[in-house]
């Protein structure tokens, strides 16, 4: 259990670390990274943690993706919360290392919304739900592992990333926002980025039990 939940731990804080320090650095180096940069470091990076610690924990790294895989049946109720506690304490570990490496930056790369509250939630259901869909019809159990599972999932986020992140910031994990918002103070619509991945989730694995008849389906 403690190798799985440091697993957790480890993979969220490398997600975070390196998805927002991109943004960090394209903002201090005036674009230099790019938008197309961003969205490719978060595909990538969680492409290299799923290969690496899909394994081990299942490189859930999203509490939105626990509970949904707890939700099919697929992941004991009894591991649920100490799950999302080592991914929440990965990202704000994570958080906190930007913001001493990048200490002024006013956002941290935090996720906030750009075209309107209730627009950035339906797409944050939305986005969360086709990552999910995804992911449970690749994973084992509920573990992503493997090369494959690497792909399709690091693939998925990094194409949502690239045409919703201008909008909402793309976030589909409570994480990965939260630890930003706390570092930088930007907690006015946190709660879009904590709800809507979740439901998007769970919406995926009620829409798998319609679809086929899979473990997920049970």
Same mark, same amino acid.
């Given at each position: 259990?403690?190798?799985?939940?440091?697993?957790?731990?480890?993979?969220?804080?490398?997600?975070?670390?390196?998805?927002? &320090?991109?943004?960090?650095?394209?903002?201090?180096? #005036?674009?230099?990274?790019?938008? =197309?940069?961003?969205?490719? =470091?978060? %595909?990538?990076?969680?492409? $290299?943690?799923?290969? +690496?610690?899909? %394994?081990?924990?299942?490189?859930?790294?999203?509490?939105?993706?626990?509970?949904?895989?707890? #939700?099919?049946?697929?992941?004991? %109720?009894?591991?649920?919360?100490?799950?999302?506690?080592?991914?929440?304490?990965?990202?704000?570990?994570?958080?906190?290392?930007?913001?001493?490496?990048?200490?002024?930056?006013?956002?941290?790369?935090?996720?906030? @919304? /750009?075209?309107?509250?209730?627009? +950035?939630?339906?797409?944050?259901?939305?986005?969360?739900?086709?990552?999910?869909? +995804?992911?449970?019809?690749? /994973?084992?159990?509920? *573990?992503? #592992?493997?090369?494959? $599972?690497?792909?399709?999932?690091?693939? !998925? =986020?990094?194409?949502?990333?690239?045409?919703?992140?201008?909008?909402?910031? $793309?976030?589909?994990?409570? /994480?990965?926002?939260?630890?930003?918002?706390?570092? &930088?103070? #930007?907690?006015?619509?946190?709660? !879009?980025?904590?709800?809507? @991945?979740?439901?998007?989730?769970?919406?995926? !694995?009620?829409?798998?039990?319609?679809? *086929?008849? &899979?473990?997920?389906?049970?």
């Amino acid at each position: 259990m403690f190798k799985q939940l440091f697993s957790e731990f480890l993979g969220t804080a490398i997600l975070v670390f390196c998805g927002t &320090s991109a943004i960090v650095v394209n903002d201090i180096s #005036q674009g230099m990274v790019t938008h =197309v940069g961003i969205a490719l =470091v978060f %595909g990538l990076v969680v492409l $290299a943690v799923i290969y +690496t610690l899909g %394994g081990i924990s299942g490189a859930h790294i999203n509490p939105a993706v626990t509970i949904a895989f707890w #939700q099919a049946r697929e992941f004991p %109720g009894h591991k649920v919360i100490p799950y999302i506690i080592c991914q929440i304490s990965g990202a704000i570990f994570a958080s906190t290392l930007v913001y001493l490496l990048f200490f002024g930056h006013p956002t941290y790369g935090a996720t906030l @919304p /750009a075209y309107g509250i209730m627009q +950035t939630f339906i797409l944050e259901v939305i986005l969360t739900f086709i990552l999910m869909l +995804t992911i449970i019809n690749v /994973a084992t159990g509920a *573990k992503e #592992q493997g090369i494959t $599972a690497g792909i399709a999932i690091g693939s !998925v =986020v990094a194409l949502e990333a690239l045409f919703a992140g201008p909008i909402s910031g $793309a976030s589909m994990n409570p /994480a990965r926002s939260i630890a930003p918002a706390l570092i &930088s103070g #930007q907690w006015e619509v946190l709660w !879009v980025y904590i709800t809507a @991945p979740v439901i998007g989730a769970c919406l995926a !694995v009620n829409c798998c039990r319609c679809l *086929k008849n &899979s473990p997920c389906c049970r």
